[in-house]
């Protein structure tokens, strides 16, 4: 079975940093491009980063560039989001995506449920 | 940057035809994404390539585009239906994976 599942979430204070896990099993990770997807309450999804199928390649939204890192180990399956300089508009559910095909016109076909990150003093 | 405009909310009575329009500069010549999101659950992508169903989807949801409107339409809707939907492309120029707005769709 496909699965994607986020963890690492929680509440800290303006300028703290965190880190978010994506573990994922049932498919060949090492063969698709990851992605990370977030949803302030209340509003609408935000495209955040997205990491190559080997890791060579990262893009990052202008609202997050040189403060968020993606990083993926293909040994563990896991695809991870390191967040520094955490401001209150942070908040908000984060996903993992995965492509449907390898290729940046591709849908995200695979969600994981989420994992809340709460940014407030 | 790449902006996709839809409407906030679109409402429609059981059975009816609801067609939710995503707005965006030239956006017929680009792959079109459309995603269902249930209150407190992940997205769905529900039409992909502008057109395409995956397994599961029904019939009832279809997608077109045409110049600078994707619109997703959802036939004979059901209580079933009531979610955010959102569209999505890929911006080349950019390399950034866009997202519109999301439209409400309400069963009354």
């Known amino acids: 079975q496909v699965r994607l599942v986020e963890s690492g979430g929680g509440v800290v204070q303006p300028g703290e940093s965190l880190r978010l896990s994506c573990a994922t099993s049932?498919?060949?990770?090492?063969?698709?491009?990851m992605h990370w997807v977030r949803q302030a309450p209340g509003k609408g999804l935000e495209w955040v980063a997205v990491?190559?199928?080997?890791?060579?390649?990262?893009v990052y939204a202008d609202s997050v560039r040189g403060r968020f890192t993606i990083s993926r180990d293909i040994s563990k399956s896991t695809l991870y989001l390191q967040m520094d300089s955490l401001r209150v508009d942070d908040t908000a559910m984060y996903f993992c995506?995965?492509?449907?095909?390898?290729?940046?016109?591709?849908?995200?076909?695979?969600w994981g449920q989420g994992t809340m990150v709460t940014v407030s003093s | 940057s790449y902006v996709l405009t839809q409407p906030p909310s679109v409402s429609v009575a059981p059975g009816q035809t609801a067609r939710i329009s995503c707005d965006g500069d030239n956006v017929g010549t680009q792959s079109v994404h459309w995603y269902q999101q249930k209150a407190g659950q992940a997205p769905v992508v529900v039409v992909y390539?502008?057109?395409v169903r995956p397994s599961g989807i029904p019939e009832r949801l279809s997608g077109s585009t045409s110049g600078n409107t994707a619109t997703l339409t959802i036939s004979r809707v059901e209580v079933g239906d009531e979610a955010d939907y959102f569209c999505?492309?890929?911006?080349?120029?950019?390399?950034?994976?866009?997202f519109g707005g999301g439209t409400k769709l309400t069963v009354l």
């Open positions: 390539d502008d057109t």
């Open positions: 049932g498919f060949s990770f090492s063969d698709h491009d």
């Open positions: 999505q492309v890929w911006d080349a120029p950019s390399d950034h994976w866009v």
């Open positions: 995506a995965r492509d449907l095909y390898g290729d940046h016109s591709a849908p995200l076909a695979l």
């Open positions: 990491i190559s199928y080997d890791g060579s390649d990262k």
